[in-house]
């Protein structure tokens, strides 16, 4: 998983700009989802979803949560099961490598959710320079912002990082197969969930060379943040092929979110940027392979989620999932091998709680009400023609949309409130 990398930031959705020669042999290798969604436009609750399989609204995790470590409510209700604890059940050893940003209190530790092993930061952002990482932990962080300059943490232990962060996280989830191959037979499942291209802009020469011809100052350190993630993740596909487990192992590339476009990143063709329910908010570069089972090169256009990644692994490792924490998210594998026919979802939905914002996609159509439905009203695209959504059709269609609005309430009715302080909305960022 990549942070905030924008649609059209990989090659494999037509970027020039940027090469990612290895993320774009995921896609060849295997699966291009062109209609590829998170179920949040912003990071924490998008890998609330992704990590259970369930619309994070189900749990109230509707915002980015407060940092503060002592606040016990801000992060994934310990009523949620990750992917690790149902994979746990099936005996497998899950590792994450990165960024975790579902809660920082010490009873939401990754170690606690069902992970065997951690490398990484608790918080939703990072510096990624060693020289920036002067804060001993997140309890000692004293003002806004700060949780970017805490020290590394591996399980709950702090550690020097000695190289820029990108690169430290491409070796760790390299040492973690590595060892896991020495210790055990077992499975494994390794969520690397880099920070890049997050802001803060930070690149080192070696990757900015590559893109002396870019001249937007923000454009230039964001291109080549992602090149540096492409570099890893050809590591990654190097080691798992050196230990002759690449075709047996399941791998999907997505971004947490769309790209937020002030800061250099291009969503192109799509509407809006990271935080908005338009598609350049939750449409993502999202591929996957599985050489095994998934012959190469398919591009696969019916809409799929974030959420089907659960449930696409539970269901082939045999994990059996609790009825009262029922997945959202469907098994891909038959639709993409042509055993099932159809579209793996009728009906797509995302709401934005605090904002009162709503969008629901169904076959080609989109209805969306961007912020403040009260005030604003609904939108009607026809993304088939029209996937930047320019053309407002409700009028035309004003039947078909209610239908659509019904759909959402339904849905609505099921979901909970939000359940802690939105980050920068409470004491522990005011004082
Ligand atoms: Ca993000």
Redesign the pocket.
């Known amino acids: 998983m990549t942070?905030?990398q924008g649609y059209h930031d990989v090659g494999f959705n037509g970027s020039k700009e940027i090469p990612t020669p290895y993320i774009d042999s995921i896609a060849e290798n295997g699966v291009k989802f062109t209609d590829g969604y998170v179920s949040f436009p912003?990071?924490g609750p998008?890998r609330a979803g992704f990590i259970t399989g369930r619309y994070q609204d189900r749990f109230g995790f509707t915002t980015n949560p407060t940092q503060d470590p002592n606040n016990e409510t801000a992060g994934l209700p310990l009523t949620e099961d990750t992917m690790a604890d149902v994979l746990k059940k099936v005996g497998y050893k899950s590792a994450i490598v990165g960024k975790w940003h579902l809660g920082t209190h010490p009873k939401f530790h990754p170690l606690k959710r069902g992970f065997d092993y951690f490398y990484g930061f608790l918080s939703g952002g990072h510096n990624y320079m060693p020289e920036m990482l002067t804060v001993e932990d997140i309890t000692k962080v004293s003002k806004r912002w700060q949780w970017y300059s805490t020290k590394l943490r591996e399980n709950h232990k702090a550690v020097e990082l000695e190289k820029y962060l990108t690169e430290a996280l491409t070796d760790a989830a390299i040492d973690f197969i590595d060892q896991h191959k020495k210790e055990n037979n077992s499975p494994f499942m390794l969520f690397l969930s880099y920070n890049a291209p997050?802001t803060p802009f930070q690149a080192t020469k070696k990757y900015l060379d590559r893109f002396e011809n870019v001249e937007n100052w923000g454009r230039k350190r964001y291109c080549a943040m992602i090149s540096a993630v492409d570099d890893g993740v050809g590591k990654v596909l190097e080691k798992l092929e050196n230990e002759n487990i690449k075709d047996n192992t399941i791998i999907f590339f997505l971004?947490?979110?769309g790209g937020p476009v002030k800061h250099a990143s291009n969503n192109f063709p799509l509407r809006g940027a990271?935080g908005d329910l338009y598609e350049g908010g939750t449409r993502v570069p999202f591929a996957m392979q599985w050489p095994e089972k998934i012959s190469g090169g398919i591009v696969y256009s019916n809409p799929v989620i974030s959420l089907d990644i659960m449930a696409t692994i539970a269901e082939l490792a045999g994990a059996s999932i609790d009825s009262e924490k029922a997945l959202d998210g469907v098994n891909l594998i038959p639709f993409l091998t042509g055993e099932k026919k159809g579209k793996p979802h009728e009906y797509l939905f995302w709401r934005k709680w605090e904002q009162n914002a709503m969008a629901v996609r169904h076959q080609d159509k989109k209805i969306v009400a961007a912020k403040q439905w009260e005030k604003n009203g609904c939108e009607l695209y026809s993304l088939k023609e029209d996937i930047e959504e320019a053309n407002n059709i409700i009028l035309k269609e004003s039947l078909y949309s209610n239908k659509l609005i019904k759909q959402w309430e339904n849905w609505n009715a099921q979901m909970k409130d939000r359940v802690f302080p939105t980050l920068g909305n409470d004491d522990w960022w005011e004082r």
């Open positions: 942070d905030d912003v990071c998008s997050h971004s947490d979110n990271k």
